[in-house]
């Protein structure tokens, strides 16, 4: 401990007081010396004694405690630094500088640790360290990492008056090959292809691109399959179109090979989901016989405004046998060769709302409308009575092949309420709609044998009401009532109509969100959940491959009616996949595609502008390959001054002696006592009024 005392005032009168009484006494002072200057001495020495007697002199007395410098030890464990062997030496150089400045005097080493299983941030974890470090007390830093970290352009914020040395744990021989997506489109249209472009490098010592040329073996998967694999060369931008032909996401993968010796192989695949949404929704609505379902449907269609609706009614009665051609009958030329040959295909769905056959169309639409369905279109035919006899759809042979269930009488009348089946309530078009104790009843259903197909809602004596199926890559939906009509206008309570009918459209037309097979991913802090659907009683296996690799089979359990749900806790971070039959899907833990491993060569770049700023050094600390006990090569350790000209050399690294200390006591006394002053005032005006006598006496004589 050191008790340094110095001298302070503090003036019995206020500051501008004393600073105009200083300012009088100047003037008395310099007019007593020009009067005369033995006895105007005298008097500037009992003005100077009056100024400090009114400045109070004090002598304060400070004891203070010296304190230890501070140097902090940035310990990067992040992911990447779990690669080559990196954690070891990262320990092995932490041991051996805490050690190294535990022999300097006066030093206090702190450790703190920057982790990052998705991004390192170095500078962040030292901010946080700076906020319980004294600046006075801070004598530098040490950063000991792969140098990659996200935020090192935050560096220059810290404005650090001491060293920041980084100490490198990468070796010169670090090789790694890196897929990159250059265009990625995160969107797309249905029916149209999306241009992905990407690159290969192969990245050598500091991240510099190798160019050693050739190509790799580059691997496209849609989906989860393997679609084909072919070289590219490495370090060029290579593209291909992405086919989106259905909506909802479509997973693009590429893969490519490995590189002999590099570092990982996790940042060898590049993962691209594209979601495809359709422009606009075409819908072609063909109704027979009117009637009151007719404007429920068009109020549906058109209320969407993604929705294109093209509405056409046949009303020529089939037993008009006038011989008038239809041309001269209809308001509007019916364009059934151009709907329904060389348009069709661009329809999404196709709806018979109670349609009878008038002739209109032939038996070659009908195979056109059956060869749609089976290419992957959609027709959903809402019938009533019309559905049986010789004039109905089912009657069209080119037709009926791919309906679900055929007529096997005229209507059944009669109040019913539709009921949901066990199927229905494990389909998502039916599952939980709302109300369903409530439901209004309906009027009328038409009797069939089902062939095919699931029904999801039943009538009296669990008749089939709502049937929908699958035809090669198309879809059908049959609905065996024209009485939706009465939930629309609220008949006996209504019903969800809206709702129904909006399930059962995107259905058809294979919106992602209602396939009643589907396997779905997703991450929520660190647990996957993943969810099946299915219309089985048990789900099927889900296989998960976690981003290392690593496979998993996981046992689903039934939270509710076909749907099976299954969690993993703490999973590794990363992207995830999941398999179960054909299906596929993709989810990820944290970020999908982490920085941390996007690059993972070793570098200074990063740390590069702080340690300049700062005047610290840069040092690689293991230039070779790991032996069984894996050393730091770490620099010396010098003590230096504030002033120094060079704060790091080769070979060397400096902290800064701040001769930091801690105010323990102050204590203050006058530095003389006031009778003291007053003595020395007496005594010179005395002797100046002595001198002035004898001066006086010395003229008389």
Do not use: C
């Not at 909506?247 to 590049?270: F, K, S, W």
């Not at 709907?339 to 329809?347: A, G, P, R, T, V």
């Amino acid at each position: 401990m050191n008790i340094p005392v110095t001298i302070i005032f503090e003036p019995l009168i206020p500051e501008w007081s004393f600073a105009l009484a200083m300012l009088l006494g100047a003037v008395v002072v310099a007019i007593s010396i020009i009067r005369y200057w033995r006895s105007g001495l005298l008097r500037a020495l009992a003005v100077a004694a009056l100024i400090a007697l009114v400045g109070n002199p004090q002598l304060r007395e400070t004891e203070r405690t010296p304190l230890d410098d501070i140097a902090i030890i940035v310990v990067d464990e992040s992911a990447s630094q779990q690669l080559d062997g990196r954690n070891a030496v990262t320990e092995a150089a932490m041991n051996g500088l805490e050690e190294r400045l535990g022999n300097l005097e006066n030093i206090e080493t702190r450790i703190v640790a920057a982790e990052g299983d998705e991004e390192t941030r170095l500078i962040e974890t030292l901010r946080t360290a700076l906020s319980d470090a004294p600046r006075a007390r801070l004598s530098g830093v040490f950063i000991i990492s792969d140098g990659q970290t996200t935020d090192g352009n935050l560096g220059d914020d810290l404005a650090l008056a001491a060293p920041v040395h980084f100490l490198s744990t990468g070796s010169d021989a670090e090789t790694d090959r890196k897929i990159t997506l250059v265009n990625a489109p995160r969107y797309g249209l249905v029916r149209d292809k999306a241009r992905i472009s990407f690159r290969v490098d192969d990245l050598g010592s500091g991240g510099a691109v190798l160019e050693e040329g050739g190509a790799a073996l580059v691997t496209l998967r849609i989906d989860g399959k393997d679609m084909f694999s072919q070289p590219v060369p490495i370090g060029v931008e290579a593209s291909f179109d992405a086919p989106l032909d259905r909506p909802g996401r479509t997973v693009i993968e590429l893969e490519v090979e490995e590189r002999r010796g590099e570092l990982t192989t996790r940042n060898n695949i590049a993962v691209l989901p594209i979601t495809a949404i359709r422009d606009r929704l075409r819908v072609l609505l063909i109704s027979g016989e009117p009637h009151p379902g007719e404007r429920v449907w068009r109020n549906l269609l058109k209320s969407d405004a993604a929705v294109d609706l093209v509405h056409f009614t046949i009303l020529r009665p089939i037993e008009k046998n006038d011989g008038t051609p239809i041309s001269e009958l209809a308001l509007i030329p019916f364009p059934q060769d151009e709907l329904f040959i060389d348009k069709l295909s661009e329809f999404d769905l196709l709806i018979f709302d109670r349609y009878t056959y008038r002739g209109v169309l032939s038996s070659y639409h009908f195979d056109n409308i059956a060869r749609y369905v089976d290419e992957g279109g959609a027709v959903l035919i809402a019938s009533g009575p019309e559905y049986n006899g010789v004039l109905s759809l089912a009657s069209r042979r080119n037709l009926s092949f791919i309906l679900p269930a055929l007529p096997v009488g005229a209507a059944v009348e009669g109040a019913f309420r539709p009921a949901v089946t066990d199927k229905g309530a494990r389909h998502p078009v039916s599952a939980d709609l709302p109300e369903a104790d409530y439901w209004g009843r309906w009027l009328r259903i038409m009797p069939v044998t089902q062939l095919r197909g699931q029904t999801l809602m039943a009538g009296p004596q669990a008749s089939p009401l709502l049937i929908l199926d699958r035809i090669g890559d198309g879809r059908v939906g049959l609905f065996l009532s024209d009485h939706f009509w009465l939930w629309a206008r609220g008949f006996d309570g209504g019903g969800p109509h809206a709702e129904l009918l909006r399930r059962i459209a995107h259905w058809l037309m294979k919106e992602p969100e209602l396939e009643e097979e589907a396997l779905m991913l997703h991450g929520d802090g660190g647990t996957l959940f993943i969810k099946r659907r299915t219309m089985s009683e048990e789900a099927p296996q889900v296989v998960v491959t976690a981003p290392s690799g690593e496979e998993r089979e996981l046992l689903l359990t039934q939270s509710s009616p076909g749907l099976f749900e299954g969690r993993i806790d703490n999973a590794e971070r990363g992207l995830h996949r999941a398999a179960s039959g054909d299906l596929f899907a993709i989810g990820a833990v944290g970020l999908a595609a982490a920085p941390e491993f996007q690059n993972v060569i070793s570098t200074a770049e990063h740390l590069a502008p702080l340690t300049q700023a700062t005047g610290g050094g840069v040092f690689n600390i293991r230039t070779r390959g790991l032996t069984a006990r894996p050393e730091a090569n770490l620099p010396a350790i010098r003590s230096i001054r504030e002033n120094a000209g060079s704060r790091a050399g080769p070979g060397w690294a400096g902290v800064l002696d701040r001769n930091a200390s801690r105010i323990d006591a102050v204590r203050d006394r006058p530095a003389f006592p006031p009778y003291a002053w007053l003595i020395l005032i007496g005594a010179a005006l005395l002797g100046a009024w002595l001198v002035e006598g004898a001066r006086a006496r010395k003229r008389t004589d």
